[in-house]
């Protein structure tokens, strides 16, 4: 998977409990991506992120937020869980200055109860 | 509303025979299209790519074939086979807008024995 890692794999929470999900890059791609699986929606962005401290929304970022405070790390967090935020999340890299390619980690799995 | 549309959701192909997967989109923006290959409880993978300034890619049995002015791309898989059963996403992105993807909503592909 490029380099990247994602924490935890799989996690269930209740709902109105806040989550952060971790990705983590050795591969030093400027950008980072976080996205969701979900059946019959393929993979919708929700945030990107295109240098150190320096974000924005994607396609379905209510109710999600990020930070990128080392060109390594890419934290998603869900401040107040809902059961619709259920999904398969992942994140993913690109430097386009090397590469067009995005980069997928392994994945995390989130239930939301 | 999903910029990128793809077909058919679901794909039954015997050994050695053709799959063949639609994409049409409608932004005109869009000047990379990708395809990424997707095996249950992993990360997507880039599997061939086709810039609007060609009309065909073939990358062994993997073919795109790009149609600029009708606004679709195809992914065509001469003599499938099993182990290319998995899932499918198309997606396009406007690679100087942060090489934000959008996908399709996948093609789950099954190639019989």
């Known amino acids: 998977d490029a380099g990247i890692t994602q924490s935890p794999r799989h996690k269930v929470t209740e709902t109105g409990t806040p989550v952060t999900l971790r990705c983590h890059q050795t591969e030093n791609h400027r950008y980072m991506y976080w996205y969701r699986q979900d059946p019959g929606h393929g993979l919708r962005l929700i945030h990107y992120s295109y240098g150190v401290k320096d974000t924005d929304k994607g396609e379905v970022s209510d109710g999600y937020s990020v930070s990128r405070s080392k060109t390594e790390d890419f934290l998603l967090t869900l401040e107040s869980a809902t059961s619709s935020q259920t999904s398969v999340y992942f994140c993913a890299i690109s430097d386009p200055l090397r590469t067009y390619e995005q980069y997928f980690g392994p994945g995390t799995r989130l239930t939301v109860t | 509303q999903q910029q990128v549309k793809q077909s058919p959701q679901s794909l039954i192909v015997q050994k050695g025979g053709i799959s063949i997967i639609n994409c049409a989109y409608e932004n005109t923006a869009f000047d990379y299209f990708p395809w990424y290959q997707q095996f249950p409880g992993k990360g997507p993978a880039l599997l061939i790519a086709?810039?609007?300034?060609?009309s065909e890619k073939k990358e062994g049995r993997f073919t795109i074939s790009f149609n600029k002015s009708a606004k679709q791309f195809s992914l065509h898989i001469m003599d499938s086979q099993p182990g290319d059963s998995a899932t499918y996403f198309c997606?396009?992105?406007?690679?100087?807008?942060?090489?934000?993807?959008?996908f399709g909503s996948g093609t789950k592909l099954n190639v019989k024995p």
């Open positions: 997606a396009a992105s406007v690679l100087y807008n942060f090489n934000k993807f959008y």
């Open positions: 086709i810039r609007p300034d060609v």
